[in-house]
C-alpha cells in the first residue's frame, strides 16, 4: 500500500513552460485535493474531486487545471507557468463519509521552482 | 476575516517544556478539529482530531477546543526533539473540506 505518490519530486521551469503534476492514489479514496505550500503560509487548496468526472476550484484555481478519469489519479496540469507558482505542491486524498471527519493523506509533495 | 487564524512563529523550547500552540476560527460550521504534524520536506500527517468541546488525550499529547470562543489548542508535554516540526491546525465540516491554518514551526533543543 503505497498511500499517496507524487512526481515528480522536483521541476524547475522556465516562464512561460507547462507541466503536468501526476498524482496517483491506492487507497480508493473518493475525495482527492491539490493544495500549494508557500513558506510560512500553510496549505491552500488549488482544485478537489469528490469521484471520478467531478471536480472544483479551491481558493487559488487560476492558471491550474485538473482533470479525474479515475478514481486512483488526479493530474494537476500548469499552463504558461509564472513566477508566482513556484512552490510545494500537495495531493492528498480521503476517504469521505458525510457522518464522519475528514482525515486527508498526504503525498510527499513536488517542489516547483520558475524561473 | 480569514476562517482560521494560526501564529506561525517560529517557537522555541527547552526539552522537556509544554507547548501550547493555538487557533482561532471564524466558521460555526465547523465540526472537525484536526491537528496535523509537518516534519522539514514531508507532507503533513495527522496527528489528532478531536469533534466536540472539551479536551482529547493521546500520550503526551492534547487537543482541546472551546467552540463558544472558536478557539483550538494543541498542548505537548515533556516535549521532545523529535516533537520539532510545524503544526496546522485544520477545522472542516462533514462536507469534506479541511481549512488549514498557516502552521507554528517548533523547535525543541537538548
Known amino acids: 500500500n503505497a498511500g499517496v505518490t507524487q512526481t515528480p519530486k522536483f521541476r524547475i521551469l522556465k516562464i512561460g513552460q507547462s507541466m503536468t503534476l501526476q498524482c496517483t492514489q491506492d487507497m480508493n479514496h473518493n475525495y482527492m485535493y491539490w493544495y500549494r505550500q508557500d513558506p510560512g503560509m500553510g496549505l491552500k487548496l488549488i482544485y478537489y474531486?469528490?469521484?471520478?468526472?467531478?471536480?472544483d476550484k479551491g481558493e487559488v484555481p487560476n492558471g491550474y487545471n485538473v482533470s479525474r478519469s479515475t478514481t486512483e489519479d488526479f493530474p494537476l496540469r500548469l499552463e504558461l507557468a509564472a513566477p508566482s507558482q513556484t512552490s510545494v505542491y500537495f495531493c492528498?486524498?480521503?476517504?469521505?463519509?458525510?457522518?464522519?471527519?475528514?482525515?486527508?493523506?498526504f503525498g510527499p509533495g513536488t517542489r516547483l521552482t520558475v524561473l | 476575516q480569514k476562517e482560521v487564524e494560526q501564529d506561525p512563529g517560529p517557537l522555541s523550547v527547552p526539552e522537556g517544556a509544554i507547548v501550547s500552540l493555538n487557533c482561532t476560527y471564524s466558521n460555526s460550521a465547523f465540526q472537525y478539529f484536526m491537528w496535523y504534524r509537518q516534519y522539514s520536506r514531508k507532507g503533513p500527517e495527522l496527528l489528532m482530531y478531536?469533534?466536540?468541546?472539551g479536551n482529547k488525550e493521546d500520550g503526551r499529547f492534547t487537543a482541546q477546543v472551546d467552540k463558544s470562543s472558536k478557539y483550538i489548542s494543541l498542548f505537548i508535554r515533556d516535549s521532545q526533539p523529535s516533537d520539532s516540526a510545524t503544526y496546522l491546525c485544520?477545522?472542516?465540516?462533514?462536507?469534506?473540506?479541511?481549512?488549514f491554518g498557516r502552521g507554528t514551526q517548533l523547535t525543541v533543543w537538548p
Open positions: 474531486s469528490v469521484g471520478a468526472g467531478i471536480t
Open positions: 492528498a486524498s480521503s476517504h469521505h463519509l458525510t457522518s464522519s471527519y475528514n482525515e486527508q493523506f
Open positions: 478531536t469533534y466536540s468541546s
Open positions: 485544520a477545522p472542516g465540516s462533514t462536507l469534506g473540506r479541511l481549512y
